[in-house]
């Protein structure tokens, strides 16, 4: 008996101290977001970081021109100027979850940098990797960067990637990790990211807590949720719904143009913008033409079926504050957003033009490069407002067109996966044209003449070319201007070394390539697609070209001085 008891003791000590064990285990298991702030991310280790000697970094910093972010807020309230406040606060998580998302620490990463003008470089390019000169690292120690940035190990494979039996692993809103064993896991940005997010969240709750505009607080309330279960739909419907705010906001996990590898991941951003009304109530008979725009289109009528949704929105804002995604590169200039294309369908699309960015890429870069490439003859079609509509339809054909295939391969996206965002931004380029020119048809447009955006589109092609392979504009942009020149609507000159558009070639060279995009996205033709954009090269005139833009110092793109000071704000 007396044996009997000390075994049953002993074992009730064994279960106790296991019990512990246990206890300490769970205890001493790390959350997603710990693991994420100790993951070395895409950085391999080094003491420091010092600049390549063949790269000259202060021409690099010059060739981006800084544009002081600012607007008119007198007519604010109060409370408005609160609420501002607190979308600063939040717009700043964003940037610091995207730097998580392309390299990994940012401090760890700028702490390891002594040479003044190499960190501002990164920090410019958020990262060591030349975003508009092919992703070409600029610093010593590091090398190419991972196709997948940060979203997925810096080593796998899409075979790998493939075999991984998990049905959230194309999600927009997941990360991939290894585990120790070296296997798999997708773990959600709201679990990665969970103390910004709280953080982020929280500051939108106060912002919707001093909004004087119901919808606007409705969207904040939604978004703040959405943030942190990584559900986007109903927050994007009520941001469909803010159209007479004097203050919009667009934050959280959106443009999947980081993702080199797939095309599935979005990236963090956030802009504050600030209406301007006067311009805004130039575009609102626009938005109502959608539909018969639609059905224009120059391509098979199989193509066109679905109905962009009749709340469509068209505004013209100031950008005071860029964050992550949209700040990283080539600057946005304009939105059309959301991108789901469930709410695209069922609502529409917003189309948000910016404008003072829009105005400082015009002075700074597009009429310095039409005076050196475009024929003098031709100088004179080169406007302000033809750029502005370019840009604004550019946006609105973002809209039209196909998500779905029509060959059951799913959406658009899915199906040309890492090609999307160059094929897309092809389409919006050349789209955008073609209802510029359909519009002058119809008399809708009469202030200019559809010449001015025919020249001046072109001679906004050579800016974006400049941002090169690595960008998802620049490759569109590259692939349009040589259908465009072997249509003969776009010719070089000889004699004086610049280029003329034909403008009958062109209106025909246009609707014939909207068609050929049209065709590529409606059937999914990945091959045909990859083809298209990654076989597009710089021609040796083209080249020449481009070095005449570099050596006569235009810069190539700008960046921002930004923040509440710019705005009087504490």
């Not at 946006?395 to 199906?415: C, D, M, P, Q, S």
């Amino acid at each position: 008996m007396k044996k009997s008891i000390s075994i049953f003791a002993i074992a009730i000590v064994a279960l106790s101290l296991s019990s512990c064990k246990s206890k300490d285990k769970k205890v001493e298991q790390k959350s997603e977001a710990q693991m994420e702030k100790e993951y070395i991310g895409t950085l391999a280790a080094a003491e420091k970081y010092t600049p390549k000697s063949d790269v000259n970094l202060a021409d690099k910093v010059k060739n981006f021109a800084v544009v002081k972010l600012t607007s008119d807020i007198n007519h604010l309230s109060a409370k408005e100027k609160e609420m501002l406040s607190y979308l600063f606060d939040a717009a700043q998580i964003m940037d610091d979850i995207y730097w998580m998302q392309t390299l990994g620490q940012k401090d760890a990463f700028l702490s390891k940098i002594s040479d003044e003008t190499l960190k501002r470089f990164a920090q410019i390019n958020y990262g060591p990797w030349e975003r508009l000169g092919g992703n070409k690292s600029f610093i010593n120690e590091i090398g190419e960067k991972p196709a997948g940035a940060n979203f997925y190990p810096a080593d796998i494979t899409k075979e790998e990637f493939e075999k991984l039996a998990d049905s959230n692993k194309t999600s927009l809103y997941t990360l991939i990790r290894r585990n120790e064993d070296k296997s798999l896991r997708v773990v959600w940005y709201h679990d990665a990211y969970a103390d910004q997010i709280q953080q982020a969240a929280e500051l939108l709750k106060k912002a919707a807590g001093v909004s004087e505009n119901a919808d606007f607080k409705k969207y904040l309330e939604l978004r703040a949720e959405a943030l942190l279960t990584d559900k986007y739909f109903e927050s994007d419907i009520a941001w469909m719904n803010v159209k007479n705010s004097n203050i919009d906001f667009v934050i959280g996990p959106i443009e999947n143009y980081e993702d080199a590898l797939f095309g599935y991941k979005a990236a963090a951003e956030a802009f504050i913008l600030i209406k301007d009304l006067e311009w805004s109530k130039k575009l609102a008979r626009f938005a109502a033409l959608l539909p018969q725009l639609q059905k224009a289109i120059p391509t098979d009528e199989a193509f066109k079926k679905e109905i962009p949704g009749l709340d469509s929105d068209m505004g013209v804002y100031d950008a005071v504050f860029y964050a992550g995604d949209c700040n990283a590169g080539s600057k946005t200039i304009a939105i059309n957003l959301p991108n789901d294309e469930k709410v695209q369908l069922q609502k529409g699309t917003r189309k948000l033009q910016l404008k003072n960015s829009m105005k400082a890429k015009f002075d700074n870069m597009v009429m310095p490069i039409s005076n050196i490439l475009i024929s003098e003859a031709q100088r004179k079609y080169i406007k302000f407002d033809a750029f502005f509509e370019n840009v604004m339809f550019h946006e609105v054909a973002h809209g039209l067109g196909i998500k779905n295939t029509i060959n059951g391969k799913g959406t658009v996206r899915e199906a040309l996966k890492e090609q999307f965002s160059g094929i897309e931004e092809g389409k919006a380029d050349i789209m955008g044209l073609w209802l510029v020119s359909k519009l002058y048809d119809m008399k809708e447009l009469s202030a200019g003449e559809v010449n001015n955006n025919y020249v001046t589109f072109v001679s906004g092609i050579f800016r974006s070319i400049r941002f090169g392979a690595a960008s998802a504009h620049g490759k569109a942009n590259l692939a349009c201007y040589n259908f465009l020149v072997e249509k003969q609507a776009i010719k070089f000159n000889e004699k004086d070394q610049t280029y003329t558009i034909d403008f009958n070639n062109m209106k025909k060279a246009v609707a014939e390539l909207v068609n050929k995009v049209m065709t590529l996205e409606a059937t999914g033709d990945y091959e045909g697609t990859k083809k298209w954009i990654e076989g597009a090269t710089i021609g040796t005139q083209l080249q020449k070209d481009l070095d005449r833009i570099k050596n006569a110092n235009i810069p190539v793109d700008i960046v921002f001085e930004k923040g509440k000071a710019n705005l009087g704000l504490k």
